[in-house]
């Protein structure tokens, strides 16, 4: 996943920021108001204090206000220059602050932080209003766009331009006084509902414990699964018992293993419950009200859905095709997943035991199944994924592919000390950018995983700024004296972020508002999901996979049996996705602002596309972050559609070497290197030569 940081920009002066506070707080002790003075120009974690934030995004918004005062007020006529050059190169103090704040939010997060958070909301959304809203401005941009075929401007200059015309005329600009205040009002409470929703699911996550007095109802558990409970129950005070919680490397394994199916039912229903025990930390009203506030912004603007909003400027373009796209591979994915089930149940049945599937089964058996028919076990894999040598493979192939390196850095502040930092050099030694990477849950840490950016690349005055980069993951941690042990699913997830990581560091644009991963949704997982096939081939993985005692490379065999199994359960994986694909275009193509009760909203939705009873939604919506707390609304199927162009860009790899140099330069000046530059699919086409075939990705998925 990627996070983004949406920030546009404006006035506004936070309520306790008089000026008596100022004086006191002597604002020059705020990081945030000078020039960095760490290495490399990072932010300096050391020294940035909670009660920074608040002054420093003040001060920063009153910067960026006077910037767009100065751009309105020229006396000249509007120029690309004067308008759209200047209105990109604003707000560089605010981005600064706020991709530290809303970064640590996420991956460093305390309840303090949080309250920082629901303060700045208002003034940052007002901020970003004020300036999208601002009449004078936007008819300095429209002046400018009007004039375009006569300007002779570059490819990115005339993306900028547009970009920028339809960010304004999207957002409200052409409205009258009292829709923009409307609009204002939607904005701010939306801003606040999306933290709240974020805040409530990290408090349900952190709040289930499983705890387990009775070593038989370990049974069926790997050693790796029980130490990890030892030393958690430990750290929780329950010192001699066992704790599994809801963080992805202590659930998942549980669901695998665990014989009990008493506890598994426990852990699974705690869950797929997360933001819905009708508590303070409910999510339901929260999905409600946002997808109706999503509503009445759309029709405000003109549209008639929240989804062709924002569909508008994805490769999409509407919902009708991403439905369409969705029911081409609903009817093939449902089928397989009735049968993966039905041989499940056989494999129940044949056992004698006296039940029906459920939901919190299927990881059990289908992980026994695969054990019976490839001889394949998770755990058997483990050893040989140790964090360390897969991140040295990792880094090995965007060294093979593009010449870069990397080195570790101890001498650059971190948020935390399990942060790792590298800096990574160009072939000749030059430098390119740093990039952080943090791997270990915490209680602090939101759960998935995530590349973000704490300093964007771009040009100032002809001069390279280089990006800083960060990725942040949930993975297995060191336990039971051993090293971090990662599974093959955790594995694909680093190769992934990197891939975004990659998209960050070797981006080579001039405006900030263009660099990097800032292109449509369904265009931003190419680079990261493409990344994921290098994980897996043979090739690349005997030489990172390694046992971490013998040093000795995985064995062929074991090779053969991941390649064997690689279509094993994809009907479960598939539906389990395009039921929460479903899910999210159904909460946006809503076309009134009524309440919804969510739970007969999300059962009618299931019902509508067959959902077998055996697979849950892959995010039921109150715990559907993506969609209600993250950037992701209308835009979750970005994952499949990313596919036909990971597939098919792959393909030409493998066409012509996994490591040919002259597809991986195509790759990283067409594609890596552009951001948002250029419309993507001219961007593909770039690369490839022609538009993508989807017939790549149905067949790796097993559905031709
Ligand atoms: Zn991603």
Redesign the pocket.
């Given at each position: 996943?990627?996070r983004t940081i949406l920030l546009a920009a404006v006035v506004s002066l936070l309520v306790f920021s008089c000026n008596l506070e100022t004086k006191k707080s002597q604002p020059d002790m705020n990081p945030f108001l000078s020039k960095y003075t760490t290495p490399f120009g990072v932010p300096p974690f050391g020294e940035i204090k909670n009660e920074h934030f608040l002054p420093a995004i003040t001060e920063a918004i009153r910067q960026q206000q006077l910037e767009i005062e100065a751009i309105v007020s020229n006396p000249e006529a509007p120029t690309f220059e004067n308008t759209l050059e200047a209105l990109d190169a604003s707000g560089m103090m605010l981005r600064n602050v706020d991709n530290v704040f809303e970064n640590l939010q996420s991956a460093n997060t305390s309840e303090e932080l949080q309250q920082i958070a629901k303060e700045a909301a208002k003034p940052l959304s007002k901020h970003a209003d004020d300036i999208l809203l601002n009449q004078a401005l936007f008819d300095r941009v429209a002046e400018v766009y009007m004039q375009k075929d006569r300007l002779d401007l570059s490819t990115e200059q005339q993306t900028l331009l547009d970009k920028t015309y339809k960010r304004f005329s999207r957002n409200g600009a052409a409205l009258d006084d009292a829709d923009k205040d409307k609009l204002r009002k939607i904005n701010e409470e939306l801003s606040i509902l999306t933290l709240e929703f974020d805040e409530n699911l990290l408090a349900e996550t952190n709040e289930f414990q499983l705890i387990i007095e009775k070593k038989d109802d370990l049974a069926g558990l790997p050693q790796s699964a029980i130490n990890a409970a030892t030393e958690a129950a430990t750290g929780a005070g329950h010192e001699g018992k066992w704790m599994f919680t809801l963080q992805k490397p202590s659930l998942i394994p549980f669901l695998q293993y665990a014989q009990n199916r008493d506890l598994r039912e426990e852990i699974f229903n705690g869950y797929i419950n997360r933001g819905n025990n009708n508590n303070n930390h409910d999510n339901k009203k929260i999905a409600s009200r946002e997808a109706a506030l999503r509503v009445e912004r759309a029709k405000l603007l003109g549209y008639n859905t929240h989804a062709d909003y924002v569909l508008e400027v994805n490769m999409a373009k509407n919902p009708e095709n991403v439905y369409s796209f969705l029911d081409e591979i609903l009817e093939p994915a449902r089928t397989m997943a009735s049968k993966e089930a039905a041989e499940l149940q056989k494999m129940i049945d044949a056992e004698g035991g006296n039940f029906t599937l459920q939901a919190w089964d299927w990881w059990f058996y289908a992980e026994k199944l695969k054990l019976q028919k490839y001889d394949l076990d998770e755990e058997q894999l483990r050893p040989y994924f140790e964090l360390e040598n897969v991140l040295k493979g990792m880094q090995a192939v965007a060294t093979n592919l593009y010449g870069i390196t990397f080195k570790e850095l101890d001498n650059v502040p971190e948020y935390h000390p399990e942060v790792r930092t590298y800096e990574v050099l160009e072939s000749d030694g030059s430098h390119i950018g740093i990039l952080y990477m943090d791997f270990y849950p915490r209680a602090s840490k939101s759960g998935g995983a995530w590349m973000t950016s704490y300093r964007k690349q771009y040009k100032t005055n002809g001069k390279n700024v280089a990006p800083v980069i960060s990725m942040v993951m949930n993975f297995s941690k060191p336990t039971g004296g051993k090293p971090a042990l990662l599974s093959f699913d955790e594995v694909t997830t680093m190769f992934?972020e990197f891939g975004?990581a990659l998209h960050g560091l070797l981006s080579k644009c001039d405006y900030v508002s263009l660099s990097g991963t800032a292109v449509p949704r369904d265009f931003v997982?190419l680079p990261?999901q493409v990344m994921e096939n290098w994980a897996g081939e043979p090739e690349v993985m005997k030489s990172y996979a390694r046992h971490y005692k013998t040093g000795e490379s995985i064995p062929e065999a074991l090779i053969k049996k991941i390649e064997n199994s690689s279509k094993f359960n994809q009907g479960f994986t598939t539906l389990e996705y395009l039921s929460a694909c479903y899910l999210d275009m159904d909460w946006h193509t809503l076309k009134e602002s009524n309440e919804q009760d969510v739970l007969a909203f999300e059962n009618a939705s299931m019902e509508k596309i067959g959902m077998i009873p055996e697979i849950v939604v892959r995010y039921r919506s109150p715990y559907f972050a993506h969609i209600f707390a993250g950037g992701y609304s209308s835009g979750y199927y970005s994952y499949l559609w990313a596919e036909i162009l990971d597939a098919d860009a792959f393909e030409a790899f493998k066409e012509n070497g996994i490591f040919d140099q002259e597809t991986a330069r195509a790759f990283r000046e067409n594609i890596l290197e552009k951001g948002g530059t250029d419309d993507p699919m001219t961007l593909y086409k770039n690369f490839r030569g022609r538009e993508p075939h989807k017939k790549a990705m149905l067949k790796r998925k097993g559905l031709i």
């Open positions: 996943m990627l992934h975004h997982e990261s």
